[in-house]
Structure formats: C-alpha cells, structure tokens
T-cell receptor, first 114, second 117 residues
Framework: DQQVKQNSPSLSVQEGRISILNCDYTNSMFDYFLWYKKYPAEGPTFLIS?????DKNEDGRFTVFLNKSAKHLSLHIVPSQPGDSAVYFC?????????????FGRGTQLTVWP | GAGVSQSPSNKVTEKGKDVELRCDPI?????LYWYRQSLGQGLEFLIYFQGNSAPDKSGLPSDRFSAERTGGSVSTLTIQRTQQEDSAVYLCASSLFKGRAVQETQYFGPGTRLLVL
C-alpha cells in the first residue's frame, strides 16, 4: 500500500518558469518530509526537507510547502534550469527523524527545456 | 571517494542462483539502509542497521533475503534462490547518528542493478 503518492509521473517546464511537484501522503504519523533528486545511473541525492511543525522551508531556488490538513506537500523550483531535469522523489518518516525507514513515492520525472 | 559505494554496479544471474551485494558506507556513519527500486516503482525499504544490529528488517520481502553488517561498516545483502521478480536496483544509504531525534539525511550509493534471467 503506497503511503506516499506522487500522482504525476512526469512534468515538462520551460527554462526560467516555475516547476511545481506534488506529493500526497496517507499516514498521519508522518512528521518529517524530504525531497530527493535522482539522475540516471546515480543514487538519489537529498534536496530539501521540512518538519511537520513548519509549513514552508526555503533553500535558494527550492521551496517546500506542507499542508498537514490536506496531507499534501509540494516542491517549487524557481526559476527552473535545464540541470534540474531529473526524477524527484518525495519521502516521509515517522518520529521527526530520518533514523529508520523512509517511505518514498514513485517519483516525478521533471524535464526543463530551453 | 568519500561517498557510499556499492558493488557490483551490475549483476546478471540465472534464476535460482544466490547473489551477494556489497555496500561500503561513508566512513563514520553508524546507520546503514538497504532499499530497492523495481521498474516504475518508488524506493522500497528493506532493512536498516544501527551499528551491527538491525532494529528494523520488516521490509525484507521473504526469507530468501538476508543482510549482515560487520565491524559497524561494510554490509552485505544476500538473495538466495533468486527469482525474476527480484530484478531491481538495490540501493544502499548511510547516515550519521548523533543521538536521538536526528535529522541527518540519508546519503545514497549509486546502486546495484540486478537482473535475474
């Protein structure tokens, strides 16, 4: 049973525009959320995270928004760049910590075209 | 090379054979994780080690799967009597556990691509 869902398998955005990647979760015990980026033939790399006590976290061009009542989070990339083209995974954990299992979505392939 | 390394990078085997996958975590990282990604799926948790013990191995799909970690460093994931549905990318990650409620990210290796014919 998929507890973290990324319902859009792909997203295509023009360079300079905003990319918005969405993620929904079903388990109300999740209290820490992460986004990972993955290039082909490489392992996922950590991008940004947010604790459930916050509703927004920003790091440069990347901002993650959390709506706990809707069990929804989103990753905004502004402005999008061709180098951002990758698969983005949403992940969640329980206990406010990343010690232990992470629950991942199936990923969204982002393509940023010039 | 300070990152997580995995070997082999690719493995092709015949159904019914045993395979061993190796993970070298980042030096000093006390927590180690195994995940796998099947085609079109997200990352599926398999097992996690804190030191040499495994507090959570509930993700191992069957008793054909086992893992061990020795010396608080290298880990081996063993799949016995491989089946075609075991074909996936097996990813290892490590993190530094500093104490309770740590939000240290998990650092992933490049994975081992396993194909069972």
């Amino acid at each position: 049973d998929q507890q973290v869902k990324q319902n859009s398998p792909s997203l295509s955005v023009q360079e300079g525009r905003i990319s918005i990647l969405n993620c929904d979760y079903t388990n109300s015990m999740f209290d820490y959320f992460l986004w990972y980026k993955k290039y082909p033939a490489e392992g996922p790399t950590f991008l940004i995270s947010i604790s459930s006590i916050k509703d927004k976290n920003e790091d440069g061009r990347f901002t993650v928004f959390l709506n706990k009542s809707a069990k929804h989070l989103s990753l905004h990339i502004v402005p999008s760049q061709p180098g951002d083209s990758a698969v983005y995974f949403c992940a969640a954990s329980i206990g406010g910590s990343t010690l232990g299992r992470l629950y991942f979505g199936r990923g969204t392939q982002l393509t940023v075209w010039p | 090379g300070a990152g997580v390394s995995q070997s082999p990078s690719n493995k092709v085997t015949e159904k019914g054979k045993d395979v061993e996958l190796r993970c070298d975590p980042i030096s000093g990282h006390t927590a180690l994780y195994w995940y796998r990604q099947s085609l079109g799926q997200g990352l599926e948790f398999l097992i996690y080690f804190q030191g040499n013990s495994a507090p959570d191995k509930s993700g191992l799909p069957s008793d054909r799967f086992s893992a061990e970690r020795t010396g608080g460093s290298v880990s081996t994931l063993t799949i016995q009597r491989t089946q075609q549905e075991d074909s996936a990318v097996y990813l290892c990650a490590s993190s530094l556990f500093k104490g309770r409620a740590v939000q240290e990210t998990q650092y992933f290796g490049p994975g081992t691509r396993l194909l069972v014919l």
